[in-house]
C-alpha cells in the first residue's frame, strides 16, 4: 500500500464516520485504488479490501501480520 491510498482512505473514513462523505473524495479513493491495482497487477477488489482493513481496523491487521510473519519465519 502506498502512502496515498492510506491518506486517502484515511480521509475517506473520517467522512464517512462525520456523515460527510463527499463524491471527489470517494472518487479520488477509487481512482487511486484502480491506478494501484494496475500498477502492480492485483484486483482492484483486493486492494480496496485490503486498504479498508488496514485503515480501519489498524490492531487487526497488525495482529494478522505479525502471525504471517511467525508462519513465514518457521518454514
Known amino acids: 500500500m502506498t502512502d496515498e491510498l492510506i491518506m486517502l482512505e484515511t480521509l475517506a473514513w473520517e467522512e464517512i464516520q462525520a ?11 477509487q481512482a487511486a485504488i484502480t491506478e494501484h491495482a494496475a500498477a502492480t497487477g492485483q484486483s482492484r ?3 480496496e479490501m485490503e486498504l479498508k482493513f488496514w485503515v480501519r ?5 497488525e495482529e494478522r501480520e505479525r502471525k504471517r510473519r511467525e508462519a513465514a519465519a518457521k518454514k
Open 19 to 29: 456523515k460527510a462523505l463527499t463524491v471527489d473524495t470517494a472518487a479520488a479513493v
Open 57 to 61: 481496523r489498524p490492531e487487526a491487521y
Open 45 to 47: 477488489y483486493d486492494v
